[in-house]
């Protein structure tokens, strides 16, 4: 099957998951494919479809490229309940936030001849507002051959900077790209409300990168900080530093602290 982008004879696509980041693939996939969505909660009034149309779990799967757009958490049933209807050479791929564990359970739980490409969009909705040309995507290859053609297409057609990694690679790059990201989010949300008038560049820049994750499923927070093997240790070692800069500042308010009465007592006998 090819990656045509003619509007007639438009390779089919399924869809699975069509939360927030469901519907950005469908916004940028649209003009390319013919689009299948599925997803087990009631369509929300005012949620723009791109022209997909929705179906079940079965005809979703059932498509020349299926896309897991499901937290991680859920990735072990889905792939469960899509492997008995996957036709073979079928290109199955996931854009989870981590790579080892959802690639693990792919390669676990699909069957032979299907195809495997583990994705990670390095962008959200928030992220892409003003598009996605230029954004950057991991692609860890897993199975077949589908895989590479798929990212040519995300290279030339979606225009999008390919990083082409590994499973264990990438989430030892993550554990600090993104855990520290959404950790530092997490406790700057949690400082709220913080001062939004005399405030500086610098500032100002952290919090727009707060706002460009504030709004994340929580299971994506779970996901980099639970699910990604590395996490612990890149946060251990953020929380080590922090103590030991907060240590450092207590023994130096300390000495400042014993210093001033001997300060000011000399400068009460200077001027006596």
Same mark, same amino acid.
């Given at each position: 099957?090819?990656?045509?982008? #003619?509007?007639?004879? &438009? /390779? ?11 519907? =950005?693939? *469908? ?8 689009? !299948? ?16 149309? !929705?179906?079940?779990?079965?005809? %979703?799967?059932? +498509? /020349? ?20 209807? =996957? ?26 001849? @299907? ?12 992220? $892409? @507002? ?9 692609? +860890? ?6 895989? &590479? ?5 995300? !290279? ?8 082409? #990694? ?5 989430? &030892?790059?993550? *554990? $600090? @790209? ?47 900080? &639970? ?19 907060? %240590?450092?500042?207590? !023994? ?6 014993? $210093? ?13």
């Amino acid at each position: 099957m090819s990656f045509s982008q #003619t509007t007639q004879g &438009r /390779p089919a696509v399924g869809i699975i998951g069509f939360g927030a980041f469901g519907r =950005l693939i *469908a916004q940028h996939l649209a003009p390319h494919m013919a689009l !299948r969505v599925y997803d087990p909660r009631p369509a929300e009034a005012d949620s723009p479809t791109y022209g997909a149309v !929705r179906t079940d779990l079965i005809a %979703a799967a059932r +498509c /020349p490229v299926v896309i897991l757009a499901v937290p991680v958490s859920r990735l072990s049933d889905v792939v469960a309940a899509i492997a008995p209807h =996957l036709r073979p050479g079928t290109l199955v791929v996931d854009v989870g936030s981590v790579k080892m564990m959802p690639v693990a359970i792919m390669r676990a739980g699909l069957p032979a001849g @299907v195809d495997i490409l583990g994705t990670h969009p390095l962008f959200g909705p928030q992220s $892409a @507002v003003g598009g996605i040309v230029g954004l950057k995507i991991a692609v +860890c290859a897993v199975s077949g051959r589908r895989g &590479r053609r798929a990212a040519a297409f995300l !290279r030339t057609v979606l225009r999008l900077k390919v990083i082409v #990694t590994t499973p264990e690679a990438h989430d &030892r790059e993550a *554990a $600090a @790209v993104q855990g520290l990201t959404h950790l530092i989010a997490r406790v700057l949300v949690a400082m709220e409300p913080l001062p939004t008038h005399m405030t500086t560049r610098s500032f100002s820049l952290h919090m727009q990168a707060v706002d460009m994750v504030r709004h994340d499923a929580p299971e994506v927070f779970e996901a980099i900080e &639970r699910s990604n093997p590395f996490a612990a240790e890149v946060r251990q070692r953020f929380f080590t530093l922090a103590a030991q800069i907060e %240590a450092d500042l207590a !023994r130096e308010d300390h000495s400042a602290a014993i $210093a001033r009465p001997s300060l000011m007592k000399a400068g009460t006998n200077a001027g006596a």
